[in-house]
């Protein structure tokens, strides 16, 4: 890589705070709630960051869209992830709001942008204007309100509509609220959910942080080693290609020559 190039990667790497410095794939939060498989980063990705080949990956932005019903917490949960506080009076959001959070992963910079829509009716055509191109959907319900885990097929439907093949969760919010019997009884159903949406389960609390940065660091985890492994192989059949042309074009070069010659023995 260019010297500055490398230095200006540095600089990104330099202004990332310690606690968002990720060297290890985050696990899922439930064994049986996930359609992920990955326990760790791709060999590909490993040695594709360590011989500094991320291509564009490092330059772009990972989007994030975070939807689900009227007060369930989606903006608790950015406030409690990005600013590490909790507001337990409820404010609506209007339309939409976002977050920026800069994270290093295996030494690479990458920028999360969250986008916490508001759950009121009246604001979704806003709201999903902003789904579009979003990495990682995210679709929450308050673990205490059943009927707002029953309106996530339609959230998950709409916000994946125009999504970018986006990495999907399912996120149940409010954990603390919960006695263990009871959050064991919402869970059997919640992994029910997330099975039929094809989609990784968690289960937060913003008001004690439970799982919450967990829950944003395996996002990042998932969406960079798929995004560079994509990347990684359109490079590898772009190379092909050139190797391909290339192949071609020095087997007709000995096709002229060997006509030259034979045009120069009948001679
Ligand atoms: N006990 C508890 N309360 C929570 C938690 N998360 C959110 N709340 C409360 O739930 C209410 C709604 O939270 P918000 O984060 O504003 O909800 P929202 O989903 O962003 O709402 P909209 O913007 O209208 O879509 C607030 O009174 C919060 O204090 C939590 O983890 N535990």
């Known amino acids: 890589m260019p010297r500055n190039k490398m230095s200006s990667v540095r600089t990104v790497i330099s202004s990332v705070a310690s606690d968002r410095v990720i060297t290890k794939f985050t696990p899922a939060f439930h064994p049986d709630g996930t359609p992920y498989s990955k326990v760790n980063f791709h060999p590909k990705v490993k ?8 291509g564009r990956v ?19 949960l950015v406030n409690r992830f990005c600013h590490d506080v909790f507001d337990r009076d409820y404010k609506a959001t209007i339309g939409v709001d976002f977050e920026v959070e800069k994270f290093s992963v295996l030494s690479i910079p990458i920028t999360l942008q969250i986008w916490d829509t508001a759950g009121q009716e009246r604001f979704k055509c806003i709201a999903a204007s902003y789904y579009r191109g979003a990495q990682i959907v995210i679709v929450a319900f308050d673990l205490t309100n059943e009927e707002s885990l029953h309106h996530t097929d339609q959230w998950m439907e709409e916000a994946c509509a125009s999504a970018d093949q986006p990495v999907k969760f399912l996120l149940g919010t409010k954990k603390d609220l919960l006695s263990p019997s009871s959050y064991s009884d919402v869970e059997v159903r919640a992994l029910k959910q997330a099975k039929k949406l094809q989609a990784e389960f968690w289960a937060t609390s913003s008001k004690s942080g439970e799982n919450v940065t967990d829950f944003f660091f395996r996002a990042i985890c998932l969406s960079f080693d798929d995004t560079l492994l994509k990347e990684l192989e359109v490079d ?19 096709y002229e020559k060997r006509k030259s010659n034979q045009l120069k023995c009948c001679s």
């Open 236 to 254: 590898t059949v772009a190379s092909k290609q050139i190797g391909t042309i290339k192949v071609q074009k020095s087997s007709s070069d000995l």
């Open 58 to 76: 490092g330059l772009k932005i990972t989007k994030a869209v975070l939807v689900g019903d009227v007060a369930v917490g989606k903006t608790c």
């Open 47 to 54: 040695t594709a960051c360590s011989e500094n080949r991320t």
